[in-house]
């Protein structure tokens, strides 16, 4: 069974900066479109940002646009979501998921069900 491995997480001041990594051994990340959803205690899961298959394009949730970039690096296997000026809104477990059954030049998907692998969530709380 493949899996995602997130980490980077933990805790930041308001105004800080986090880069959450998203890494597996079991396939060959770059050909995937990527998502990043989080959830925060008593709340529903929520998108954040994706990134189409190879250096395809990308998107972000207003909240977060101009604060978070989303990226790749084919060499390392992995998706990266680089976090601005954190804010405390921003706490939540963070999760990336790949997406097996794309099309080739198809957009990023913004919804959960449209991604197979997931990973276990790696925690993010932003406090003063």
């Known amino acids: 069974q493949v899996q995602l491995v997130e980490s980077g997480g933990g805790l930041a001041h308001i105004g800080g900066s986090l880069e959450l990594s998203c890494t597996t051994s079991g396939v060959v990340l770059d050909y995937y479109p990527i998502g990043w959803f989080r959830q925060a205690p008593g709340k529903e899961r929520e998108w954040v940002s994706c990134i189409s298959s190879g250096d395809g394009d990308t998107n972000y949730v207003d909240s977060v646009k101009g604060r978070f970039t989303i990226s790749r690096d084919k060499a390392k296997n992995s998706a990266f979501l680089k976090m601005t000026s954190l804010k405390p809104e921003d706490t939540a477990t963070y999760y990336c998921?790949?997406?097996?059954?794309?099309?080739?030049?198809?957009?990023?998907?913004?919804?959960?069900?449209?991604?197979?692998?997931w990973g276990q969530g790696t925690q993010v709380t932003v406090a003063s």
């Open positions: 998921a790949a997406r097996k059954r794309y099309t080739v030049g198809e957009s990023c998907r913004r919804t959960g069900d449209a991604y197979e692998i």
